[in-house]
């Protein structure tokens, strides 16, 4: 593993972690004094004493994590295990949540006295278009770049390595 290659996945997980805990932390004031809410508060509570903790052994977990997705991809290697440029992709639009087929609803007849009238279904709005999705990208890409020194192409080897992953699993779980 690459001194460059590890610093730029420890930014980015210093980055991913300290989002988190923005995140955790902003919920939490959401639920701050409201009746009812006090195990919500302590269950963030626990989240973010975990982010913390996480946050203060970054150096071993980057590693960690970067040894074992060098491991992932030999064990895939060695199982003919694939992961094509479209399923990084088909990943990617998911993550942002682009659906780039939504599906359409079928028709639902309507009773009358006489007959049955099948209605048109009007097509399901996808929650996000295409030129959305590519702005989204566009901004996390660059934001990758500035806060982690993250390329595209070092995006969509993290990606890459989930995706072995998840392929690893499958097959090690069948046997």
Do not use: C, H
């Not at 919920?27 to 195990?39: D, I, L, P």
């Not at 942002?96 to 709005?125: C, H, K, M, S, Y």
Request: a negative charge.
């Amino acid at each position: 593993i690459r001194t460059d290659e590890y610093q730029k996945l420890w930014r980015y997980q210093r980055w991913n972690l300290q989002n988190y805990i923005a995140r955790l932390e902003s919920q939490k004031a959401q639920y701050q004094g409201q009746e009812g809410a006090e195990f919500l508060t302590s269950y963030i509570d626990q989240l973010l004493q975990q982010a913390q903790s996480q946050l203060l052994s970054l150096d071993t977990f980057v590693l960690e994590q970067a040894i074992d997705r060098e491991l992932i991809r030999q064990g895939a290697q060695k199982e003919g295990i694939v992961v094509t440029p479209s399923e990084i992709q088909a990943e990617i639009e998911e993550q942002f949540g682009f659906v780039r087929n939504p599906p359409t609803p079928t028709p639902t007849p309507i009773l009358t006295d006489t007959q049955a009238i099948a209605e048109t279904p009007t097509p399901t709005v996808a929650p996000m278009t295409l030129e959305e999705f590519q702005k989204a990208y566009e901004n996390y890409l660059q934001t990758l770049k500035q806060v982690a020194g993250l390329s595209e192409t070092d995006y969509k080897k993290l990606v890459e390595a989930e995706l072995l992953q998840r392929k690893l699993e499958a097959v090690l779980q069948a046997r």
